[in-house]
Nanobody, 119 residues
């Protein structure tokens, strides 16, 4: 059974930092593209940052220069360093793993972790 477990969310004042982690079990993340998504109430999930299996990272314009995505294949985990947080970053953050293996698309999601930026 594949599980993605996020942690590291919480309440932080504007300008603060958080580091989210996503630990994966049941499958090696090596062939997977990994990503962080955020979702506001009543809205669709949007990608915040993604990292390919070769380590190439992409970011949403709203977080460029503030967030950094990491992956550690040896530890089977991914992280998101969030700096200079803004109230509009408040959302539930989900990690996602996606790969095409043997012609089949495999997609897994975590359960989400709440990030609240407020004074």
């Amino acid at each position: 059974q594949v599980q993605l477990v996020e942690s590291g969310g919480g309440l932080v004042p504007p300008g603060g930092s958080l580091r989210l982690s996503c630990v994966v079990s049941g499958v090696s993340i090596s062939p997977y593209a990994m990503a962080w998504y955020s979702q506001a109430p009543g809205k669709e999930r949007e990608m915040v940052a993604g990292i390919a299996k070769d380590g190439h990272a992409v970011y949403a314009d709203t977080v460029k220069g503030r967030f950094t995505i990491f992956r550690d294949n040896a530890k089977n985990m991914m992280s998101l360093q969030m700096n200079s947080l803004k109230p509009e970053d408040t959302n539930v953050y989900y990690c996602k793993a996606r790969a095409v293996i043997g012609g089949a698309e495999l997609v897994y999601w975590g359960q989400g972790t709440q990030v609240t930026v407020s004074s």
